[in-house]
């Protein structure tokens, strides 16, 4: 199976902003995948085990913390590397994804350019 990242973010144009970001790397042959809140995003992360999964922390049901804290400590999925991706630029943002067993932080509106350089670092491209 080729590798796949997920996008977890309830708003529509955010997906679709790093979705776009992203289709270069299908040539490659990477699966994307995206989800609308935090419910959906944590069922795909358990049907597909995404290598990457950006993931927003303001979403309604479940925020991306809680998502996070299941994938990291519930399920003890290691492999799947998480983005924590907020609008807030708070250290506690950072401090709390981090506790929730996040990989990384980025603060949105992010650098399209850090963003593809993590993906490439995460992914091995």
Known sequence: MGKQVLIVDDEAHVRLLIERLLEDYEDDG???????????GLQKIRDHQPQLVFLDIMMPGMNGFEVCRVVKQELALEDVYIVILTAKGQKQDAQLGSDAGADSYMTKPFSPDALLDLTERVLGL
Do not use: C, Y
Request: proline share 0%; net charge negative; aromatic share 0%.
């Open 30 to 40: 990477v699966q994307i995948l995206s989800a609308a809140d935090g419910n959906e």
